[in-house]
């Protein structure tokens, strides 16, 4: 079977391959830098609230964006919806060391360690987020 991303006959994409940054709902934007900040390790200072409902965190590589969504509904009752299934995960070197870092911060646990690689937590507005080893 062929590649269309490889075929010649196929016209160049104006898009880059590559992702700029990843937005996360939240439903209480300066709660959510606050939690961020602290399993992320940064200063909250370091992250501005933009328009009231963006928070770029300082990341390494691709963004992430915290944002309350007030056109995805994050105007209506109950807020935008939470991600269920992880989407992106965050990199560790030392995996057990980063499951007793959450443990001890109180962050939910949704999976135990999983096969030596990974483990997902849920942050309080229940966006389910892997972690994973480099």
């Not at 990843?22 to 940064?42: K, M």
């Not at 992430?64 to 990199?91: C, K, N, R, V, Y």
């Not at 959450?102 to 646990?109: A, H, I, P, R, S």
């Amino acid at each position: 079977m062929s590649s269309k991303l490889n075929d010649p006959s196929v016209g160049q994409s104006p898009l880059k391959n590559k992702i700029g940054s990843v937005f996360l709902p939240v439903r209480d934007i300066g709660q959510a830098r606050e939690w961020y900040s602290r399993i992320l390790g940064f200063n909250p200072a370091d992250a501005e609230i933009i328009a009231g409902h963006l928070c770029p965190l300082p990341m390494e590589g691709t963004g992430l964006i915290l944002d309350t969504m007030p056109m995805w509904g994050g105007a209506e009752e109950g807020g935008a919806p939470s991600i269920s299934t992880p989407a992106f995960m965050f990199l560790t070197d030392d995996l057990e060391a980063s499951y007793k870092f959450m443990q001890e911060n109180d962050v939910t646990l949704v999976t135990e360690i999983m096969y030596e690689q990974w483990f997902v937590i849920q942050d309080p507005d229940g966006n389910k987020l892997m972690v994973a080893k480099e």
